[in-house]
């Protein structure tokens, strides 16, 4: 009996017989086999023969990865990803792989404050706040309603349909069970001009098969900087959550995140812990400051979880992710200075990836540290970073 179901074994007729994966293994039992490897190593393995190319190019390598249950991969973009590539890291192997940018449109410039989502097999770019040489003033930013798609069978961005209203800094969940995207809030602020910009309340949702969106009720207020996720509410049917952000026009006043009357606000970053299992509803936490909180639903209080352990340097930026179900707080340490970047330009790297990583179920804390691949230093609070399973 094959290893393989009947579909990924069919997508293995591209590979002639006499053309093996793997010398003395049936090609069900090598693709499985290949479907271990890192997949942050598979550039780098592709040139090995043609039935590996073809192999590690295909489909049925998505779907046995998928079916294998491998781990997160996080993909990171350091700045415009017009101009500057992504990358994929992958913590489990610390190793690190480039992505091509996405396609460059020559009228605009300063893509920040988009969101990355992955659904699927697929990493998802949407929205953000740029510069339009053809609009005017030309010093003001603009919202994008442009959405891309990036395919790790092709290795290139596909260009979808663009969003009703263009917008930055929004909320957006994923929706598998119906392969579908909701986007809500936003509006036009930009990292150069932090105060300032538009909010808009309106929200869509993206039909992938159908490449097409189509505009839901709004929000009760305009917000921008927020986020989104999904819960399981009355009737197991799936709830829209929008948290956080800014309300109000023009600079606004940032919207704290309390629980009872008289508690202080809180303006930290937001991580969602899905239930795999999908039983019960994902675990909601916060990072404020050094202290890890954690939202209960039921008493509409957030309440500490912990501490990171190990603290940096004063003023320093923060990521704050979830892969495989666990907290991810991220730091840059040993930073390269712009001016010492001018003064060695044989310089490629800057600085080093710190990642404190805490278990909420073990209550347990680990660590990893490498070395980043980026020519420029990476500023953690603009970073856009997207964790996928691939």
């Known amino acids: 009996m094959s290893i393989l179901s009947t579909s990924p074994s069919a997508n293995l007729h591209e590979i002639d017989d006499a ?27 592709k040139p090995t023969c043609k039935p590996w190319y073809i192999f590690l190019s295909s489909k049925t390598l998505l779907s046995l990865r998928r079916r294998n249950r491998s781990s997160h991969l996080l993909c990171i973009f350091p700045e415009d990803p017009h101009i500057s590539s992504p990358f994929l890291f992958d913590p489990e192997h610390l190793a690190w792989c480039p992505l091509p940018p996405m396609p460059c449109n020559p009228h605009v ?40 798609r990036y395919n790790f069978v092709t290795s290139s961005w596909d260009r979808l349909a663009p969003m009703i ?7 957006c969940a994923a929706i598998p069970s119906a392969d579908q995207i909701i986007v809500a ?24 098969e159908k490449d097409q969106w189509e505009a839901l009720d709004g929000l009760p207020r305009f917000r921008a900087g927020c986020v989104g ?57 916060m990072l ?11 008493s509409n209080r957030w309440q500490k979880e912990c501490s990171v352990p190990r603290r940096t340097a004063c003023e320093t930026s923060f990521g704050f992710i979830v892969m495989n179900g666990e907290l991810h707080v991220m730091t840059i340490v040993n930073g390269i200075d712009s001016t010492e970047t001018r003064r060695s330009r044989q310089q490629k790297r ?35 970073m997207c964790p996928f399973r691939l």
């Open 288 to 298: 404020d400051d050094y202290d890890i909180l954690i939202y209960n639903m039921d």
């Open 109 to 148: 410039y300063g893509l920040c404050n988009f969101t990355s989502i992955s659904l699927g097999p697929h990493i998802y770019v949407l929205g953000g706040s740029l510069f339009d040489t053809r609009t005017f003033p030309l010093d003001r930013p603009s919202p994008s309603s442009s959405a891309f």
């Open 185 to 208: 809030g936003g509006g036009s602020r930009h990292t150069m001009f932090r105060a300032g910009g538009s909010r808009i309340c309106s929200v869509e949702r993206y039909d992938v």
């Open 165 to 171: 209203s263009p917008r930055g800094s929004f909320a």
């Open 229 to 285: 996720f999904t819960v399981i509410g009355d009737g197991e049917e799936r709830e829209f959550w929008v948290m956080g952000g800014k309300m109000g026009m023009g600079s606004g006043g940032k919207l704290g995140i309390c629980g009872e009357q008289g508690e202080t606000p809180r303006f930290g970053k937001i991580a969602v812990v899905e239930d795999e299992e999908g039983g019960n509803p994902p675990a909601i936490f």
């Open 350 to 384: 800057t600085g080093t990836l710190f990642i404190q990583i805490y278990h909420p179920k073990k209550k347990t804390w680990r660590f990893l540290i490498t070395k980043l691949p980026f020519r420029q230093p990476l500023d953690l609070s603009t970073t856009v």
């Open 19 to 45: 053309q093996t994966l793997i010398p003395g293994l049936p090609n069900d039992v090598a693709a499985l086999i290949l479907s271990f490897l890192p997949y942050s190593h598979h550039c780098r393995l």
